[in-house]
């Protein structure tokens, strides 16, 4: 199945300030997933990213507050803007993967952020 | 309204023995169920799936039961060992193979295995 990389891994930033997260797959997949989890909290699903295509996002998610890019079948960025403390979770990225038996999702290790 | 409830948040098991993980679903639209195990600082991993057609699926140590009729799931290990101590998520979705990444999550388990 698909290998993810994602940095960073983990960041503080200051409110107000953006920070874009990217993610790499080590093989070309058509859609990647990007979701969050708050503290305490299940993943929630923030959109669906298609190349070439702008993204889908989810209900109480829009593309103002985290513009997605998706350049090629192998990569993306999520960006969090004008971040607030209740940005801070931890953000990944996700794509599909079948194996002999199963159908799941690959994800990557995540991207800690703390906002201050 | 949650869609996908692990109603313990932890579970402690002694090795060797059968650790029973659970899960409860509201939406009869669901066909498709998986479990990812999360370890700290890492993302997710895919552990295994069932859907809807099945009541059982089964890969080594793990086990996955369907009862449709009570829109519930669970997730057998056994023997538990210490190395599976970590986070389990419960997932569904109402589109098996829909590539629609409309997966729903519980809000985990956390299994802690004592030696």
């Known amino acids: 199945s698909a290998v993810i990389s994602q940095k960073p891994s983990r960041d503080i930033c200051q409110r107000g300030t953006s920070l874009t997260i990217q993610c790499q797959v080590d093989?070309?997949?058509?859609?990647m997933f990007w979701y969050r989890q708050q503290p305490g909290q299940s993943l929630t699903l923030i959109a669906t990213?298609?190349?070439?295509?702008?993204?889908?996002?989810e209900s109480g998610f829009v593309i103002d507050k985290f513009p997605i890019s998706r350049p090629n079948l192998t990569f993306s960025t999520l960006t969090v803007s004008n971040m607030s403390p209740e940005d801070s979770s931890i953000y990944l990225c996700?794509?599909?993967?079948?194996?002999?038996?199963?159908?799941?999702?690959?994800f990557g290790s995540g991207t800690r952020l703390t906002v201050v | 309204d949650q869609q996908v409830k692990q109603n313990s948040p932890s579970l402690s098991v002694q090795e060797g023995r059968i650790s029973i993980l659970n899960c409860d679903y509201t939406?009869?639209?669901?066909?498709?169920f998986l479990w990812y195990k999360k370890y700290p600082a890492e993302g997710p991993t895919f552990l295994i799936s069932i859907s809807s057609i099945k009541d059982k699926n089964e890969d080594g140590r793990f086990t996955v039961f369907l009862n449709k009729s009570a829109k519930h799931l669970s997730l057998h290990i056994v023997p538990s060992q210490p190395g599976d101590s970590a986070v389990y998520f419960c997932a569904a979705s109402a589109n098996y193979g829909g590539s629609q990444g409309n997966l729903i999550f519980g809000k985990g388990t956390k299994l802690s295995v004592k030696p």
């Open positions: 939406n009869s639209m669901f066909d498709y």
């Open positions: 093989s070309q997949v058509t859609m």
């Open positions: 990213a298609n190349q070439g295509s702008e993204a889908t996002y």
């Open positions: 996700s794509v599909e993967a079948w194996d002999v038996a199963n159908y799941g999702y690959t």
